[in-house]
């Protein structure tokens, strides 16, 4: 029987994936300890040495990277639980580890935990998996924007921004709670200082992140997650929907 760890900083998260465990696997797994940031997941890990670990990426205190570079023990099989982006998901794929996406699907995760239960963990080679996933993610980590307008200085999450409209020298940044901050600075240069790969142009006035876009409609428009409404130039349409829905 597999001796399981679950690390999350959600608690609901981590009842919902110990009660799968007990419905889908009770003969197979059982759940020894939890934890829900990166210090207590270190000390849990070495102290109780699982099978296999459950692993959130964003937790309390850094990322399940942070925890896989500080632990001694490395003799257990390891499945990622993870509501993180495209880019995360690839870094994860470099390293052939497995994953599961938040919300978790119940036939994905049960994917999942029979083929950690096909085969013995090997510590060389998870080790070996490990370093490969977090050279690519290491370039991944949350980025800050500092932004400038008349009287204030803004250091801003770029995850934080769902789109920017451009009104002459200066654009308007609109953040995902809502706010909007007027930046004197042209959209193009703004544009300059974002990653390249979650940010696309879709008109000459518009710059959209691409995580908060939710679908695009035949009329030219796309729309995000909050239900903005944002034009699409028809010169910028067919490389754009490549981009976005590739």
């Known amino acids: 029987m597999k001796r399981v760890i679950i690390i999350d900083d959600e608690e609901y998260l981590r009842i919902q994936i110990r009660e799968k465990l007990e419905r889908y696997f009770s003969d197979d797994v059982i759940v020894i300890g939890e934890a829900s940031s990166v210090e207590n997941g270190v000390k849990i890990i070495d102290s109780l040495k699982p099978d296999l670990l459950l692993l959130d990426i964003d937790i309390t205190g850094g990322t399940g990277f942070d925890i896989l570079s500080k632990i001694a023990h490395t003799g257990f099989q390891l499945i990622f639980i993870t509501g993180f982006d495209h880019?995360?998901?690839?870094?994860?794929?470099?390293?052939?580890?497995?994953?599961?996406?938040?919300?978790?699907?119940?036939?994905?995760?049960?994917?999942?935990?029979?083929?950690?239960?096909?085969v013995d963990s090997k510590q060389n080679q998870l080790q070996e998996l490990i370093e490969a996933s977090y050279i690519q993610f290491k370039g991944l980590e949350k980025k800050k924007i500092v932004l400038k307008t008349a009287n204030t200085l803004y250091s801003i999450l770029e995850d934080d921004i769902v789109y920017c409209k451009a009104d002459g020298n200066y654009t308007h940044v609109y953040l995902k709670d809502k706010e909007k901050i007027v930046v004197s600075k042209t959209l193009k240069k703004l544009e300059d200082l974002f990653t390249e790969v979650k940010f696309v142009r879709c008109h000459n006035s518009f710059v959209v992140n691409k995580d908060y876009i939710e679908k695009y409609t035949s009329n030219g428009t796309l729309i995000t997650t909050n239900g903005v409404k944002i034009p699409v130039s028809s010169r910028k349409k067919d490389s754009l929907l490549k981009r976005i829905f590739k």
């Not at 995360?88 to 935990?113: M, Q, R, S």
């Open 87 to 118: 880019l995360a998901i690839k870094a994860i794929k470099v390293g052939a580890l497995d994953y599961v996406l938040k919300p978790i699907d119940d036939e994905d995760f049960i994917t999942a935990i029979k083929k950690t239960l096909k």
